[in-house]
């Protein structure tokens, strides 16, 4: 029967290094992981960073539009044998707040 974990992340970032390595490394399915903001806005998490972030042009600065609203949510579902795995991904990916289904 599959199971679920569930973490938040500060930043999309974060979330989508996460999604990488659990498809990558752990080899589990992209459909079977969706990310979502926590609260019914947009979120591109809660921190500056990615594109958001000013880069290496001089006069460049952060962006103001940036969707601040929120930690971003990233749900895996995945087969018995693979929790520690995927916990362990989340967690060094920077997830707060696992929860398990």
């Given at each position: 029967m599959p199971q679920t974990l569930t973490g938040r992340f500060e930043t999309r970032r974060e979330a989508e290094l996460a999604i990488e390595r659990l498809?990558?490394?752990?080899?589990?399915?992209?459909?079977?992981?969706s990310v979502l903001p926590v609260g019914k806005d947009n979120s591109a998490g809660t921190q500056i960073s990615g594109s958001d972030q000013p880069d290496a042009h001089a006069g460049s600065r952060e962006r103001e539009d940036a969707a601040l609203r929120g930690p971003v949510q990233v749900s895996v579902s995945f087969p018995e044998g693979r929790a520690e795995a995927v916990r362990q991904a989340l967690q060094e990916s920077g997830a707060r707040d696992l929860s398990a289904r």
């Open positions: 498809v990558q490394q752990e080899s589990l399915d992209r459909q079977s992981i």
